[in-house]
């Protein structure tokens, strides 16, 4: 079965550095997410992405974040400068249509952990 | 602003019980409601998804409801087994911001064998 895969599973990086969080959505998808999870927190939303640009992002999206699809397979979520808060499980996502109308199918996750 | 509230926050049960998991959501302009699982330290497993317009979706010993006008669904998992034990998660796909799902803080269910 077709699955959204990330990589790596767990990453630690040092305040201050840069990070890139790389997925591979499901092939025929065309709509592709981050979503980010703090440790005892709800999951929330960071950037939807269609089309090769943006088309939706929250207020925790600054601009210490991009999202780049930089190929036909990949799309990538990174972080500029990485702070302590940034600690959290990032997970990336994908679905056929805008997700008003189809399963929205989520990756395994990446574990960050910023010391 | 869309909030999503899951009750009860957590809950244990013995095998075999038939359970309920409740979700409510502020905002009836939904375009669908989706049930996820997760499992400790682990990704989102989709399990079912309910459009606006439906008002039950069953997969197996699992079977959602959706009530859009008085902001409600319920998971109903039948038979229950330890390998259900897991968080379950809801989350609603805004009708104005339909590439986005807004998640409850989930239920965390154990059943013990």
């Known amino acids: 079965e077709p699955e959204v895969t990330q990589t790596p599973s767990h990453q630690v990086t040092q305040m201050g550095q840069e990070v890139i969080l790389r997925c591979v959505p499901i092939?025929?998808?065309?709509?592709f997410y981050w979503y980010r999870q703090i440790l005892g927190q709800k999951v929330e939303f960071l950037v939807s992405f269609y089309n090769n640009e943006i088309s939706e992002k929250s207020e925790i999206f600054d601009d210490q974040f991009s999202v780049e699809r930089p190929d036909g397979s990949n799309f990538t979520l990174k972080i500029r400068s990485t702070k302590l808060e940034d600690s959290a499980m990032y997970f990336c996502?994908?679905?056929?249509?805008?997700?008003?109308?189809?399963?929205?199918?989520f990756g395994q996750g990446t574990r960050l952990t910023v010391v | 602003k869309q909030e999503v509230t899951q009750i009860p926050a957590a809950l244990s049960v013995p095998e075999g019980e038939n359970l309920v998991l409740n979700c409510s959501f502020t905002d009836s302009a939904i375009y669908n409601l989706q049930w996820f699982r997760q499992d400790p330290g682990k990704g989102l497993t989709s399990l079912l998804l309910i459009q606006s317009s439906q008002r039950e979706q069953t997969s197996g010993r699992l079977n959602a409801s959706l009530d859009k006008s008085s902001g409600r669904s319920t998971l109903y998992i039948a038979a229950s087994q330890p390998g259900d034990s897991a968080t379950y998660l809801c989350a609603v796909s805004l009708m104005e911001y339909g590439n986005k799902l807004v998640f409850g803080a989930g239920t965390i269910l154990r059943v013990k064998s």
């Open positions: 092939s025929n998808h065309l709509y």
């Open positions: 996502a994908s679905s056929l249509e805008q997700a008003g109308d189809t399963e929205a199918f």
